[in-house]
């Protein structure tokens, strides 16, 4: 599930303003390739996290917990993640490839960090090995689709 941030209404109110996210759609991701990953996530022969869920898609560099925090509630009406597990900024330009009745696309997508006040140090070298592992994980599913352990 891909969810465009970018596409809000803001609007005066009052002495402040108001952010309205109700036209803004979730795009759901192909659900044929969605149970590809999951299958190769249940065969449990990566030594690293994969985490299911939607992605907040814009043009924002976030680094800021507290806006995280604000936008989730915003986007979920809630105050936690709701099932949203990263963001960026890439994801959105695959939401005008196909029509969201019949979604050609999913994401896999290495996360070394959501919104981390603190990017700096070793992030170089996290966000590589995050990527690594992505793209692992994406060429064994791949690589497996059509073996019998892997279609249970």
Same mark, same amino acid.
């Given at each position: 599930?891909?969810?465009?941030?970018?596409?809000?209404?803001?609007?005066?109110?009052?002495?402040?303003?108001?952010?309205?996210?109700?036209?803004?759609?979730?795009?759901?991701?192909?659900?044929?390739?969605?149970?590809?990953?999951?299958?190769?996530?249940?065969?449990?022969?990566?030594?690293?996290?994969?985490?299911?869920?939607?992605?907040?898609?814009?043009?924002?560099?976030?680094?800021?917990?507290?806006?995280?925090?604000?936008?989730? $509630?915003?986007?979920?009406?809630?105050?936690?993640?709701?099932?949203?597990?990263?963001?960026?900024?890439?994801?959105?330009?695959?939401?005008?490839?196909?029509?969201?009745?019949?979604?050609?696309?999913?994401?896999?997508?290495?996360?070394?960090?959501?919104?981390?006040?603190?990017?700096?140090?070793?992030?170089?070298?996290?966000?590589?090995?995050?990527?690594?592992? $992505?793209?692992?994980?994406?060429?064994?599913?791949?690589?497996? $689709?059509?073996?019998?352990?892997?279609?249970?």
């Amino acid at each position: 599930m891909d969810f465009p941030y970018d596409y809000r209404i803001v609007e005066q109110d009052g002495a402040s303003y108001r952010v309205d996210y109700t036209e803004t759609k979730q795009f759901r991701a192909k659900e044929g390739l969605v149970n590809l990953f999951r299958r190769e996530f249940r065969t449990k022969r990566h030594p690293f996290a994969v985490h299911f869920g939607g992605l907040l898609s814009g043009g924002s560099r976030i680094r800021s917990q507290a806006y995280l925090k604000e936008l989730l $509630a915003r986007v979920t009406g809630t105050d936690g993640p709701e099932g949203y597990v990263g963001g960026e900024m890439e994801g959105v330009g695959l939401l005008s490839s196909c029509e969201k009745s019949t979604p050609i696309w999913a994401v896999v997508k290495g996360i070394c960090d959501f919104a981390d006040e603190n990017q700096g140090g070793d992030a170089a070298a996290q966000r590589e090995q995050a990527c690594r592992n $992505a793209v692992q994980f994406v060429l064994s599913s791949l690589r497996h $689709a059509d073996d019998p352990e892997h279609t249970a």
